[in-house]
């Protein structure tokens, strides 16, 4: 079953208790009993390499090994050494998991997943994914604006966020930025449980909730998860070697070891359970992977097992198998414009959130502008200067392009807030993609790039007319736009920033020299002439000739323009400079160059826009 974005994924927002927002004591009983995820014989298997040189064939490796349970209302954790499986069957329960692999059947209620459980339900990841340059209640009201349904009004919304905040005891920090040194781990954490529960979801997932935090601040943390379960919600974690007075909470428990059940059950009765068996256990060679197949046996004998099967049964009966469709489509409760309007919203708070960065860079720019203005001042139309005049250019290129390594990062270092807020259904991919374009990387790249420009232009005396200055500012925006977009494309997607960014400035660096060497030496082996169409400062440099040369006289002590000769120069107007470049010295030479850039601007984002969209979303 799929579905298009027209359709709509509304979150169960009908229940209402008191202490949760939107839920009531009537509807308790309703709620308790509607949250029930049970899971069939559940096999995960995954492809590995079986050495390190490419093209050998994969080992198929047997991650979880026929899993079955229920999880209810309540506190479920699932709990296991490292390497033992429980993040794996979280993230399958939670429809999280990359489904190739996956064998069995998850069920809510006795019925598949539909194409919207991702969206219906809440999933915690265990770093916390929330936009450090915005406040508790800015991050909330994010949440809420995307994944509440538009039949809302902004005051339900907004008693809505107040009644999370105050439940969840973060009043007194609701105003902070998360990303300060003023709210604590555990707040953090809140925050990240308050951004799932806005949309009252019946079933909320969290990965290693306690993971960072101290002993204290990871008992305050599990305290909150019970009493949200015990108002009807079922609860569902990984959590590894939790404290005694934290076990204690828990309502059923999940046991894995190398991937295999070994208890699944009321968590309460598990120790007795355990001590049980324990004077045969003792009894047993010491070899680990003995020992767990002992233990998986003595489970699948055990009465809790046969409890388990028969209400597994029950839930099951009379359900068609089929293939779960929660994989498929992710819908939307928000149109296309809403969600691009509160993208642009949070990008440009971002922008501001930042204020040290974007001083820092305005007046790094400023001074390395002045340097470089004092270093090519004076730059008088005498037939001594056409060169200083095209190098000056060249500096004016490499910088743009030299400054835009770095501009990829803004997809990179968002690529966990993105992956988990577009699987949860808060926005299209377009809208992010086109969001973070326009009012992110766009202000952080166009007023340094301005006063750059401008500080030199002045001082190094370039062409002294608007027309000439306005379009050099057009030309010098477009090839750091498109060298922005080319980093886009190499940085988007990598798990090795610094291979994008060694990459990048190789291409660069190569690019220049080839610039260098048609400007001085004139000549281009013909094998790599081709290479030029691929070159962003190739572009750019030749727009900005176009512009500063034609119509220059570069002889004035001889009177006329026409003129071709010069003491000790052979170059007396910058039509015969930009013949001798090889030039077309018509309105085409420039405009040309231009689209150069744009086409190559376009590709570029469409590549970034791909690899955006099939960026691994599913771990």
């Known amino acids: 079953m799929t579905f298009s974005d027209d359709q709509i994924c509304i979150p169960m927002l009908q229940r209402n208790t008191d202490g949760l927002p939107g839920m009531s004591s009537r509807d308790l009983q309703t709620s ?55 993040s794996f069957l979280l993230d399958i329960l939670a429809a999280r998991k990359d489904p190739r692999g996956l064998s069995g059947e998850v069920l809510v209620n006795g019925a598949p997943r539909n194409a919207n459980f991702p969206c ?10 929330v936009m450090g340059t915005l406040t508790v209640r800015e991050n909330l009201q994010f949440s809420a604006a995307l994944r509440l349904p538009t039949t809302m009004t902004n005051q339900e919304k ?8 105050q439940n969840l005891g973060l009043s007194k920090v609701a105003d902070v930025k998360v990303g300060t040194q003023f709210i604590s781990g555990g707040e953090r954490k809140r925050t990240s449980i308050a951004m799932e529960l806005i949309t009252d979801p019946p079933i909320l997932f969290l990965d290693e909730p306690t993971t960072g935090l101290d002993s204290s601040t990871a008992s305050t943390v599990l305290l909150l998860l019970k009493r949200i379960s015990e108002q009807g919600r079922t609860i569902i974690f990984s959590i590894h070697q939790p404290q005694y007075s934290i076990f204690k909470l828990f309502d059923c428990l999940t046991l894995l070891a190398s991937g295999r059940l070994i208890f699944h059950g009321p968590a309460q009765e598990a120790l007795g359970y355990f001590e049980s068996i324990a004077n045969e256990t003792e009894r047993l060679s010491q070899r680990e992977k003995f020992v767990i197949e002992k233990l998986v046996e003595y489970y699948a004998t055990s009465s809790f097992y046969r409890d388990t099967k028969a209400e597994l049964d029950e839930l099951s009966r009379g359900q068609e198998k089929k293939r779960s469709s929660a994989f498929k489509n992710i819908t939307y409760v928000t149109s296309f414009c809403h969600q691009l309007q509160w993208i642009i919203r949070r990008s440009f708070k971002n922008v501001l959130g930042i204020p040290r960065a974007s001083i820092a860079q305005i007046i790094a720019t400023v001074i390395l502008g002045l340097l470089v203005g004092a270093t090519f001042q004076g730059l008088t139309n005498s037939c001594m200067k056409t060169e200083s005049r095209a190098g000056l250019l060249l500096v004016l290129v490499v910088y743009e392009c030299f400054s835009s390594v770095l501009a990829g990062q803004i997809f990179v270092v968002e ?3 993105f992956i988990h807020e577009y699987i949860s259904g808060y926005y299209r991919l377009p809208c992010y993609f086109f969001g973070k374009l326009l009012f992110d990387l766009l202000p952080r ?55 994008s960014t060694l990459l990048m400035n190789f291409y660069f660096v190569f690019m220049m020299v080839f610039l260098v060497i048609s400007l001085y030496v004139g000549t281009i082996p013909p094998k790599l002439s081709w290479l030029q169409y691929l070159s962003i400062p190739h572009y750019g440099f030749r727009a900005l000739q176009h512009i500063q040369f034609l119509g220059q006289n570069f002889c004035l002590e001889l009177g006329t323009i026409g003129s071709n000769t010069c ?27 231009l689209l150069g850039l744009v086409v190559l601007m376009i590709f570029f984002l469409i590549i970034t826009y791909f690899r955006l969209l099939f960026l691994k979303k599913y771990s």
């Open 415 to 417: 690529r966990k807030l």
């Open 158 to 165: 907004n008693e809505r966020i107040n009644k999370v905040i």
């Open 120 to 129: 219906e339900s809440g999933y915690v990841v265990q770093d916390d994914v």
């Open 445 to 499: 790249k166009l007023l340094p790039s301005m006063l750059f420009i401008c500080i030199i232009y002045f001082m190094a005396g370039l062409k002294p007319e608007a027309g000439a200055f306005f379009i050099t500012i057009i030309t010098v925006t477009m090839v750091t736009y498109t060298a922005s977009s080319l980093s886009l494309a190499m940085a988007t997607g990598q798990n090795l920033h610094y291979l």
């Open 567 to 593: 003491s000790n120069y052979v170059i007396c107007t910058g039509e015969e400079f930009l013949i001798v470049q090889g030039m077309d010295l018509s309105p085409w030479g420039f405009w040309q160059n």
């Open 32 to 86: 308790t009993e509607g949250a029930v995820l049970s899971f069939h014989h559940i096999y995960y298997r995954v492809k590995v390499k079986s050495g390190f040189l490419p093209g050998q064939n994969k080992e198929e490796l047997e991650i979880l090994s026929d899993i079955n349970g229920i999880m209810k209302p309540g506190l479920n954790a699932i709990l296991g050494p490292t390497g033992g499986g429980k």
